[in-house]
């Protein structure tokens, strides 16, 4: 699809760039080879000059470029021509704010490899193996999980970012994560229940106890995420396509979901639960 955009263009906007599909310049090769468009000469010439930077920059493999020059909503242009190059990202972390808070657990997806990462394990290689990617693909992580890890790390993530808080809330969709996956009919099953509150409690019984069913339930809870980010991401490029000409040539197929290497332990969920509320209420008794 982003071969088909002329919406990154400085005054292209939707119903322009609707035209020129219609008029017969459905993508950049076609621009290239005619200019003859129902558009004022100046615009004639903005639209060939852009084309052909779009197409040099998109060689090069410049996810940014294009990034910066779409509405957030508009993202999901980016992700076919960068999918075997982007990585789904999410992050955990002890429940202080990104100006001083710590990762936890870091879950990494590229729809082939599954990585995790673990705070006083692996946390560090993180920095490396993240440089690879083109794209990143987060929920609400424009506002947290990337600054948070630019902060925490000392790294600038200089990848595209295609934040599907905006190019959900485009279609339609509001709300957190878990809200978005129950309106596209994700289940994430025994993991229904456990929410961002709770990943820090999972966290702090890893280390003071030394539970690996506590840290196991934690990664389960992490990876999740990416997964359903994945099938997220497809889902709703492909209901932004609906309202394009490409639908029925540019469709993605449902991702096979991967199997998840660890399991949430509902016990340890319940009997952390019940520690918690006890504190707490004695907290207010005292």
């Given at each position: 699809?982003?071969q ?8 292209i ?12 310049l459905?993508d ?13 000469i100046?615009k ?19 996810s ?16 076919p021509?960068?999918?075997a190059?982007?990585?789904f ?9 990104c ?33 690879p990617?083109?794209?990143l ?22 990848q595209?970012?295609?934040?599907l808080?905006?190019i ?11 809200r978005?996956?129950k ?24 280390e ?7 840290l ?48 949430a ?7 952390i ?5 006890r504190e707490i ?6």
């Amino acid at each position: 699809m982003l071969q088909n955009t002329f919406h990154h263009i400085p005054g292209i906007g939707i119903k322009t760039e609707a035209k020129l599909w219609a008029a017969g310049l459905p993508d950049w090769q076609s621009v290239m080879a005619t200019q003859a468009a129902d558009l004022p000469i100046k615009k004639k010439q903005l639209i060939f000059d852009y084309t052909q930077e779009s197409i040099a920059q998109l060689h090069q493999r410049n996810s940014s470029f294009f990034e910066t020059r779409l509405p957030a909503a508009g993202h999901w242009r980016l992700f076919p021509e960068f999918r075997a190059e982007t990585a789904f990202l999410d992050i955990e972390t002890d429940g202080l704010d990104c100006s001083e808070g710590m990762i936890t657990t870091i879950a990494l997806y590229d729809g082939a490899t599954l990585r995790c990462y673990v705070n006083g394990h692996n946390l560090e290689a993180f920095v490396d193996d993240i440089q690879p990617y083109k794209a990143l693909v987060t929920y609400n992580g424009k506002c947290f999980d990337i600054p948070f890890i630019e902060r925490y790390f000392r790294i600038k993530l200089n990848q595209a970012q295609l934040d599907l808080r905006y190019i959900l809330a485009g279609l339609g969709f509001k709300g957190g994560l878990k809200r978005c996956e129950k309106a596209f009919g994700i289940d994430r099953g025994a993991l229904q229940d456990l929410d961002g509150f709770f990943a820090p409690l999972l966290f702090q019984e890893y280390e003071r106890n030394g539970s690996q069913k506590a840290l196991e339930t934690l990664l389960a809870y992490n990876i999740e995420d990416v997964v359903n980010l994945e099938a997220l991401m497809i889902q709703a490029y492909n209901r932004n396509l609906e309202q394009t000409p490409f639908y029925h040539t540019h469709v993605l197929p449902e991702p096979q979901r991967p199997e998840i290497p660890f399991k949430a332990d509902l016990e340890t969920v319940d009997r952390i639960k019940r520690q918690y509320f006890r504190e707490i209420e004695n907290i207010n008794l005292s």
